[in-house]
């Protein structure tokens, strides 16, 4: 394949503007000036790429632009901020789907030349089928399409064998001059497979961890697409993305104290809950004396969850907020990890709700706090605040840092019903002798709440 | 000799990557995995050249192409948005009761 000084030279200037827009991420300051200086390198891109040599069938491509772009805009505009994982996980999964749809196409031709070519093509196609069809179970998951964790009877043993079967038919195709076309679609057909089953059984506190890899996945799946397209900025941007994500993937893992292995392949179902009895009984408490608990206090902590943002009361609790430091209550909000559905998803709520950065803090950061605290509100959360993952080594969220809500005098846990969180583990923290459960959507009980705190004056 | 300079830039890209992200505060974290997602959107560019010298008398090669296509532009146009709306809400102003 022919191309010009001039493609190559832009594409090369395309991809150092992705390094640096990717660099400017790092402040929340230059953030979106990052992101908007790749927006523009990408339309160069396109555009660049419409004057490749030799280019042809440019009505039905421009058309499958129109649509696949206007598609995703619509619907990237529309969608709630509660519900960007899912999102940011379908859009990823296109990405790997048009990395695998690269190669294949690039197969059909008989363009594939060399073992190297043909090595990084067949890599690329597994791992963008992989992320493609994972991505979609992770978004039917997130979207509550698929709600049950799905896992087949000897689970791992099926991964291993079909795994096993696509390397295999992946090197024979590797090593053939002109692989047949029947080879080919099984190969690609059982790596769509086997990126569904292995993500179909990942749920809760892990699916961010999955989300990231699978992006690091699309990533490196471009970049070695690129390397049989020869160009450089797919090389370039994929390869970055992929370290970049592997990285990302990695401090998640580390931050709930499992590794990407076991995420993977022992995932957090809730049948393995079973685990040390719990004793006592869980007592409830009015929004009436949650808000004289509050109110009276010095000292409150904040651990919002996956629940407060479902129920859309971040902005209510933001209000709430600010009634108690009028009347001279000093709060803070304390954030897991992994609390969300993607690595910082609740960082985005509360700015989306005006929280100020100075109240927010890391789990290192507050954590020693809580046994200093007056009243810890759990508003939604539940595997991020059980102390079982200190205790109890047959629990399956056992070493999974947490935060220390039990340690505080008070602790008041906001929920919708008695059920077990995402994991389905049953939760110590609820049946402590300082804790009480205020039931109800957390949109309605902080509403109460607030309503109580300002009659008190 | 080829293919040892794309190793470099395979080698180069990782290094970048890894050094790039490794300094964002974790309240950046959304923003810097949808942003990396919408990178990883020149895949488009890809999909483009493969489909434009795809043979225009095979339906088969062309509905490929187009789901290339498709898939890719997809995936930019929806990663670019779903950043920049996220990125927008940490805007140093504080309009809306920040501190």
Not at chain 1, 86 to 114: C, D, P, R, S, W
Not at chain 1, 173 to 198: K, N, Y
Not at chain 1, 410 to 437: D, H, P, Q
Not at chain 2, 53 to 69: K, R, T
Request: proline share 4%.
């Amino acid at each position: 394949m022919h191309s010009n000084l001039f493609i190559d030279l832009a594409y090369v200037a395309v991809a150092v503007v992705f390094i640096l827009g990717l660099k400017a991420m790092s402040s929340p300051v230059t953030a979106r000036k990052g992101i908007v200086w790749a927006g523009w390198a990408m339309v160069a891109a396109t555009l660049v790429t419409l004057f490749f040599p030799g280019m042809q069938n440019f009505a039905l491509m421009i058309v499958a632009m129109l649509a696949g772009a206007s598609v995703a805009w619509w619907s990237g505009k529309k969608v709630a901020m509660t519900d960007m994982p899912q999102m940011v996980a379908i859009y990823n999964g296109m990405g790997g789907g048009a990395a695998a749809a690269i190669a294949l196409l690039e197969f059909t031709k008989g363009e594939v030349h060399g073992m190297v070519a043909a090595a990084l093509a067949v890599l690329g196609a597994l791992i963008g089928s992989v992320a493609f069809s994972g991505s979609c179970i992770a978004f039917a998951k997130l979207q509550g399409i698929m709600k049950k964790a799905f896992r087949l009877p000897k689970q791992d043993a099926v991964n291993i064998v079909l795994a096993a079967i696509t390397v295999i038919l992946g090197l024979a195709i590797i090593s053939a001059d002109h692989p047949g076309m029947g080879w080919i679609v099984v190969f690609f057909i059982l790596s769509l497979i086997l990126g569904a089953i292995i993500t179909a059984p990942i749920g809760g506190a892990d699916m961010p961890v999955v989300i990231s890899l699978l992006n690091a996945f699309t990533g490196l799946a471009v970049g070695f697409e690129g390397y049989v397209l020869k160009n450089p900025a797919l090389i370039v941007a994929g390869i970055v993305v992929g370290a970049s994500g592997t990285l990302l993937t990695q401090l998640m893992a580390k931050a709930m104290n499992r590794p990407i292995r076991n995420i993977i392949f022992t995932p957090i179902t809730g049948e393995a809950a079973e685990g040390e009895a719990i004793e006592g009984t869980m007592r409830e408490m009015g929004a009436l004396d949650a808000a004289a608990t509050m109110r009276y206090a010095s000292r409150v902590i904040i651990v919002p969850g996956y629940g407060m943002a479902v129920a859309g009361a971040q902005h209510k609790v933001w209000e709430m907020t600010e009634l108690l430091e009028e009347a001279g209550v000093e709060v803070s909000f304390a954030i897991h990890p992994v609390a969300g559905r993607m690595p910082g998803h609740m960082n985005v709520l509360l700015a989306e709700a005006g929280v100020p950065y100075d109240k927010i803090f890391d789990l290192e950061e507050i954590n020693a706090d809580f046994a200093q605290t007056d009243v810890a509100l759990v508003i939604g959360a539940n595997d991020v605040v059980n102390p079982t993952a200190r205790t109890d080594k047959s629990s399956p969220i056992y070493g999974m840092p947490i935060l220390n809500a039990d340690e505080a005098q008070n602790v008041i846990v906001v929920k919708r019903g008695k059920g077990t969180g995402y994991s389905g583990v049953e939760n110590a923290l609820f049946y402590k002798e300082n804790c009480r459960m205020l039931y109800g959507s957390a949109q309605e009980v902080i509403g109460d709440v607030i309503s109580h705190v300002k009659s008190m004056g | 000799m080829e293919g040892i300079v794309y190793l470099y830039v395979f080698v180069l890209a990782a290094f970048t990557g890894y050094e790039v992200i490794s300094r964002v505060p974790v309240i950046l974290h959304t923003p810097l995995m949808s942003g990396s997602n919408f990178i990883h959107g020149v895949v488009l560019v890809g999909a483009m050249v493969v489909m434009g010298h795809a043979d225009p008398d095979s339906p088969v090669q062309l509905a490929i192409g187009f789901f290339a296509v498709f898939l890719g532009a997809a995936n930019a146009a929806g990663g670019y948005v779903v950043t920049e709306r996220m990125l927008a809400m940490f805007k140093s102003d504080k309009k809306k009761g920040g501190a």
